[in-house]
Nanobody
Framework: QVQLVESGGGLVQPGGSLRLSCAAS????????MGWYRQAPGKQRELVAT???????NYADSVKGRFTISRDNAKNTVYLEMNSLKPEDTAVYYC?????????WGQGTQVTVSS
């Protein structure tokens, strides 16, 4: 069992930056593929970025070059560095852990990009 707790969301102006963190409790963090997803009002949840156990990274086209995902296995934490934020990045951001058929979600953190 893995519990995920996101933090770091908030209100930021267009062009600004935020760093999201997701702290995992439970065993075996390094064996999970970790990811960030987001859901805007009235829209489906979508992939933002993932990082595998072997540190292979994948990004949605809409965030490439602006967002960076990273993980620190010693701290059981995954990060999402978000730069050059746009109003369309406004959403609830969710942390995800996946290993085989096991999958866990955090409760989400709100990111609002507005002037």
């Amino acid at each position: 069992q893995v519990q995920l707790v996101e933090s770091g969301g908030g209100l930021v102006q267009p062009g600004g930056s935020l760093r999201l963190s997701c702290a995992a409790s439970g065993s075996g963090f390094s064996t999970y593929a970790m990811g960030w997803y987001r859901q805007a009002p009235g829209k489906q949840r979508e992939l933002v970025a993932t990082v595998t156990r072997s540190i292979t990274k994948n990004y949605a086209d809409s965030v490439k070059g602006r967002f960076t995902i990273s993980r620190d296995n010693a701290k059981n934490t995954v990060y999402l560095e978000m730069n050059s934020l746009k109003p369309e990045d406004t959403a609830v951001y969710y942390c995800n852990a996946r290993r085989g058929i096991d999958e866990y979600w955090g409760q989400g953190t709100q990111v609002t990009v507005s002037s």
